[in-house]
């Protein structure tokens, strides 16, 4: 796994060849509000996979048009998420991509994701815009793309197997020295989008930006989150899954169960170590992608649970 | 300058003579004591009438900038990750995604404070006075 060479192009075959080899994974099993890792191959993961009633796979900050260190590829990095979702047993009902699908939100980079995501085996995917996808036009050409048309501000909502699922955008309208953003239009239709939900519906809301205050200096929070955490908590199980950070953390309060995704480009320091959220640099060759992945999420029946499936890239 | 010219067209002229050394130190000495003089004011000028702002780490720096007016302001993003200058309530033009390494320039001629952020990473916030 180890590739020291100064050749890139040997580097870069030697990395892809390590992603195509079978590799460590962490399965997330919520059990009561709390969330319980276990490694892919046990024995536990067979049995918590029979008794999902359906499953589905978040990808998350692919980040296309980056090209700096330590990711000279993430074309290929997302290509091998996108085939390790296609090489899972049981296939995922849709695809989440919970924003940054670009770097700069150009034309051709979102041409480049399409075109990537289109190799999915997987058919549908739910899309979020990430602040990187709206630059210059507020996400007119993201959402003309991208975009699921039941709103002019670019929010939905769908049903699926009996889960009800939220998509919220919180990277437009920023204000200076704030966070990211709902707004007020967007909360009152979240507020009326989930009147006429019973509380034993189990609820998955999906956006960019953390849905919590999870390291404000950084940016890592949602000014407004906190009136749209109150109309959630009436919910018996609801969990709530972001991007933005490129790495994992997680929150529960209550029963909102809080995610963040890792991503399949590059990986940000934990909150506050170093002076700025910029990418992490410094990987050992080979190491990368232990830091990029994707997650799956299978829905068990009766409990009324998620159990979330974080793997990293093999 | 004629002087130089012919020393270097001419193979035989006695170029490296000290006295055509003599002539042209002294050529040269006019030269450094009267262009560059004129030069180094226009460009003292023009660097009293451009600001450098730095983008790195997530942070304009510096943050605060009071210059006069007319002042040409330049932000470069030395980040990996894009910015883009923006002011709170329109008052100038805000710039097109920075990549890293980019640059993007505005004159201030009216006095006054221009409060200005990120919109991708609206915690970073910075001012420009115009006196």
Not at chain 1, 98 to 111: A, W
Not at chain 1, 131 to 159: C, K, L, M, P, T
Not at chain 1, 177 to 204: F, H, I, M, N, R
Not at chain 1, 210 to 235: C, I, K, N, V
Request: with cysteine; hydrophobic share 40%; aromatic share 10%.
């Amino acid at each position: 796994m180890q590739d020291n060479h100064d050749n890139e192009a040997g580097n870069r075959r030697q990395f892809l060849k390590c992603m195509a080899w079978a590799g460590a994974g962490t399965l997330w099993l919520m059990k009561g509000g709390v969330l319980r890792a276990q490694p892919f191959g046990d024995g536990a993961l067979t049995a918590s996979l029979a008794d999902a009633s359906f499953s589905f796979a978040q990808i998350s900050d692919s980040h296309i048009g980056f090209h700096k260190e330590p990711n000279m590829d993430v074309v290929g990095t997302l290509r091998a998420s996108v085939a390790r979702v296609n090489a899972q047993a049981a296939r995922p009902d849709f695809l989440l991509h919970t924003g940054d699908l670009t770097h700069l939100s150009k034309p051709e980079e979102f041409d480049t994701l399409a075109g990537v995501m289109q190799e999915s085996h997987v058919r549908k995917v739910f899309y979020v815009p990430g602040e990187h996808d709206v630059i210059g036009d507020n996400g007119a050409e993201f959402f003309r793309r991208f975009g699921e048309r039941q709103h002019a501000g670019g929010w939905y909502s769908f049903d699926h197997r009996g889960v009800h699922f939220v998509g919220l955008i919180n990277v437009l309208n920023l204000k200076a020295g704030g966070l990211g953003s709902l707004g007020a239009e967007q909360l009152a239709w979240l507020k009326k989008d989930l009147a006429g939900l019973s509380a034993e519906t189990p609820l998955v809301v999906f956006a960019h930006m953390p849905l919590w205050p999870l390291y404000p200096p950084w940016g890592w929070g949602t000014d407004d989150s906190a009136e749209a955490m109150s109309y959630l908590r009436w919910f018996g199980s609801v969990s709530v899954l972001n991007g933005h950070i490129h790495q994992i953390q997680q929150k529960v309060e209550g029963n909102i169960t809080f995610y963040t995704a890792r991503s399949t480009a590059y990986p940000q320091p934990a909150p506050g170590v170093g002076p700025g959220p910029g990418p992490m640099k410094e990987i050992a060759p080979g190491a990368l992608h232990r830091y990029l992945g994707i997650r799956d999420v299978r829905h068990v029946r009766g409990r009324q649970a998620l159990a979330v499936t974080e793997e990293v890239l093999p | 300058m004629k002087a130089m010219a012919q020393g270097f067209t001419r193979p035989r002229a006695p170029f490296w003579r000290p006295g055509v050394l003599l002539v042209m130190g002294a050529l040269c000495c006019v030269g450094v004591a009267s262009h560059p003089a004129m030069a180094a004011s226009a460009s003292a000028l023009k660097a009293m009438q451009t600001q450098q702002i730095g983008i790195r780490n997530f942070a304009f720096a510096p943050a605060t900038l009071s210059v006069p007016a007319g002042t040409r302001v330049v932000w470069t993003n030395q980040d990996e990750e894009p910015h883009v200058v923006t002011s709170a309530g329109s008052l100038f033009a805000s710039s097109k995604g920075l990549d890293t390494g980019d640059s993007y320039a505005v004159t201030f001629s009216k006095p006054g404070t221009y409060a200005y952020y990120c919109s991708i990473h609206p915690m970073m916030v910075g001012t420009i006075i115009v006196r």
